[in-house]
């Protein structure tokens, strides 16, 4: 069983690959904002807007591994942006990566494009730590979603983050908790040059220089994640 588990654990790492320059990075960018996109063009799996328009963070997660064969374990890169409070605007993107572990009976592979609505300022505290646990150190709820949830998504405010996912594969559903979400520094160098964490990007806005594809990326998600009634 062990050896199963880390058979597992280390063909996702494999496939993930060594993200040594920035043009992964750009792809992750690239990605990200095309999953926003098409979900909130899908009449029946859109993000319900009073909802996106209040979110203090955004995290997606392009094509999450998942497999399993008993042990189940996760892996994936994503990017994530903090609304600047004077403004309300994305800020320039940090990039994460997330591990985890499942037992149980499961056989099959999965992908899964994941968005996360940071939604409080204890969850927003927690992105901004070197590494917290879904679940654990912040609590996570799927969020509400389609045509007939905009009128109704004011009574799912309480929660701290709120998860949207599609899955492409075997499983019939994901569980997110005990998912650890962690800074990528090596990324972050790769992208911006500059081992920038989480804080320096998200919080302290330490970048001087945003890559013109980081520009883009800004652009996209204030047209497709407004402020809106926010404030």
């Known amino acids: 069983m062990k050896l199963i588990s880390f058979g597992i654990i280390f063909t996702l790492f494999l496939v993930s690959g060594a ?3 920035g043009s992964k990075q750009r792809k992750i960018l690239r990605t990200s904002q095309l999953i926003l996109e098409e979900i909130q063009k899908s009449p029946d799996q859109q993000i319900p807007m009073n909802l996106i328009s209040k979110a203090k963070a955004i995290i997606v997660f392009p094509t999450m591994l998942k497999a399993g064969f008993f042990v189940g374990a996760r892996y994936g890169k994503g990017v994530a942006s ?16 997330t591990t ?15 968005i996360l609505l940071v939604m409080s300022q204890r969850g927003l505290e927690g992105l901004l730590n070197e590494q917290f646990t879904l679940g654990g150190d912040i609590a996570i709820s799927a969020g509400p ?5 905009e009128a109704s998504a004011d009574v799912f405010m309480q929660g701290e983050i709120y998860s949207y996912s599609r899955s492409k594969g075997l499983f019939g559903g994901v569980s997110l908790k005990g998912t650890i979400i962690t800074s990528d520094s090596d990324a972050n160098l790769a992208y911006y040059g ?4 989480s804080e320096d990007i998200l919080l302290t806005k330490q970048v001087r220089k945003i890559p013109e594809s980081g520009k883009q990326f800004i652009k996209i998600f204030n047209h497709l994640a407004p402020l809106g009634n926010a404030q």
């Not at 979603?145 to 949830?149: I, K, L």
């Open 100 to 114: 985890g572990g499942s037992f149980g009976f499961q056989f099959g592979a999965q992908a899964i494009d994941l």
């Open 82 to 97: 903090v609304r600047a409070e004077e403004t309300g605007e994305w800020g320039p993107p940090a990039y994460l990566y």
């Open 145 to 149: 979603v389609g045509r007939h949830a």
């Open 19 to 21: 993200w040594a320059d």
């Open 194 to 197: 500059h081992p920038y964490t």
